[in-house]
């Protein structure tokens, strides 16, 4: 739906940032609070290699 109104491409991810997963809150949980590392790295890092696919790709 957000993609068509902009018309422009729309990914939303959901990244684990928990050690624990089953106990982890849910994302609007006051308590919600990922580990910042590992979760920053890799997040940005599937971030720059989808970027990177995307900006590659003939469209």
Request: glycine letters at 8%.
């Amino acid at each position: 739906i957000v993609a068509n109104a902009f018309k422009t491409p729309y990914a939303y991810w959901g990244l684990g940032g928990f050690a624990d997963m089953q106990n982890a809150p849910g994302n609007h949980n006051p308590a919600f609070a990922p580990d910042l590392q590992p979760t920053l790295n890799r997040g940005l890092a599937a971030a720059v290699v989808a970027a990177c696919a995307w900006l590659a790709s003939e469209k």
